[in-house]
């Protein structure tokens, strides 16, 4: 069983819909991190919080709204999405956001389906 | 350019047989830690091996070793007694140090192995 726990595991929605992706996590990190994958493309970085503020975003659209409560909770809120937005996005923790042996471990991803 | 390359699209092994996957790296941080997961079909991305640069001995957790060759800047994961459930994409990634380097983790585009009864 994973430490860190996505919500929904798939999503389908439409381009005018608002719905979000939740991640949890049980390890007691304190960093938390939104990754995207998408078909034939490298893992993409997308948000970095620690300590529960955004230390990272790697020019994301802003149809894609991060938000992170406490170091626990991570959500990713969605708003008026395209097509190329469908991916699997993959949540992630780490004790720490800096230093080189610091694991980073994922969730189970959201597969998300825009139409 | 990219730091980390992992040539191998495809491989594929036979039941109960050992694999490498290729995994070369490119940093002038001297301090980095470097990663493999595994990612099946159903979607989570899961850790399995870490190897400092500081390191001396090449890490180990089960069947799964790294073969860290610092000089070369290589860091290859073999997979011994392969099992049918090993089939999946996996992926090698490096996180710098904090002399300057980027503390983000960067992932390879991944080896897809399929291992075959």
């Known amino acids: 069983e994973t430490g860190v726990t996505q919500t929904p595991r798939h999503l389908v929605m439409g381009m005018t819909n608002k719905k979000s992706l939740k991640c949890e996590q049980h390890l007691g990190h304190n960093a938390m991190y939104w990754y995207k994958q998408s078909a034939k493309k490298p893992l993409e970085l997308m948000f970095v919080y620690s300590l529960e503020e955004r230390v990272e975003n790697n020019s994301v659209p802003s149809r894609f709204s991060p938000e992170c409560p406490n170091s626990s909770h991570l959500f990713l809120h969605l708003h008026t999405l395209q097509p190329e937005d469908s991916a699997l996005y993959l949540c992630?923790?780490?004790?720490?956001?800096?230093?080189?042996?610091?694991?980073?471990?994922f969730g189970e991803g959201s597969w998300l389906t825009v139409v | 350019a990219q730091k980390i390359t992992q040539t191998q699209p495809g491989m594929f092994v036979q039941e109960k047989e050992a694999v490498t996957l290729d995994c070369t790296y490119d940093t002038s941080d001297p301090s980095y830690g470097l990663f493999w997961y595994k990612q099946p079909s159903s979607g989570e991305m899961i850790f399995l091996i870490y190897q400092g640069s500081y390191d001396q001995q090449n890490a180990t957790e089960g069947r799964y070793s790294l073969n860290f060759q610092k000089a070369r800047k290589s860091a290859n994961l073999v997979i011994s007694a392969s099992q049918l459930g090993d089939s999946a994409m996996y992926f090698c990634a490096m996180r710098e140090g904090a002399s300057g380097g980027s503390y983000i983790p960067t992932f390879g585009r991944g080896t897809s192995l399929i291992v075959h009864p």
């Open positions: 992630a923790s780490s004790q720490g956001s800096t230093g080189s042996g610091n694991t980073i471990y």
